[in-house]
C-alpha cells in the first residue's frame, strides 16, 4: 500500500510544471555551451575555459557543479600530482547535446539577422511600449 509521502512524491515526479527545472538548464547563459564543447569527449577545466569565450572562472565553476548535480556531466579526479580533473558528458548528457544542437545550429545561423533587427529596433525614435 502507497503511502502518503510515495504519493505526493510521485506526484511531484509527474508535474508537467516542473519541466521548467530542465528548462531552466536549456535556459542557462552557459550550460549548453558547457555541454556543446563536451561533446568530443572529455576536458579539463582550462581546456573549457579557453573554449568558451567570456565565461568567468567562477561562472565555469558553479556551472559545471550545477550540470554534474543534474546529472549531466561527471567530474574525474585522477590523484596525480598535480590533481588532474576531467569533466564528460553523461549518456543522458549526450541526449541533452543531441536534443539541443537544432537550437545551437539555428542561433549560429540566425546571429548576424539578430544583430541586424535589433540594430534597426535601438535606432528608431522611440521605442516605449505606450
Request: with cysteine; glycine share 4%; aromatic share 4%.
Amino acid at each position: 500500500m502507497a503511502t502518503a509521502d510515495s504519493k505526493s512524491r510521485t506526484a511531484r515526479q509527474q508535474d508537467p510544471c516542473r519541466t521548467r527545472e530542465v528548462l531552466d538548464i536549456v535556459g542557462d547563459k552557459w550550460s549548453l555551451l558547457v555541454v556543446r564543447n563536451l561533446s568530443q569527449g572529455p576536458l579539463r577545466f582550462t581546456e573549457l575555459k579557453r573554449a568558451i569565450d567570456g565565461i568567468s572562472q567562477r561562472m565555469l565553476t558553479v556551472t559545471l557543479r550545477s550540470l554534474e548535480r543534474d546529472g549531466i556531466l561527471t567530474r574525474t579526479v585522477r590523484n596525480v600530482m598535480p590533481p588532474h580533473v576531467s569533466y564528460e558528458l553523461t549518456p543522458m548528457g549526450k541526449t541533452l547535446r543531441q536534443a539541443t544542437a537544432p537550437l545551437l545550429e539555428w542561433s549560429i545561423t540566425h546571429l548576424a539577422h539578430i544583430d541586424a533587427a535589433r540594430a534597426t529596433y535601438d535606432a528608431r525614435p522611440d521605442t516605449s511600449p505606450t
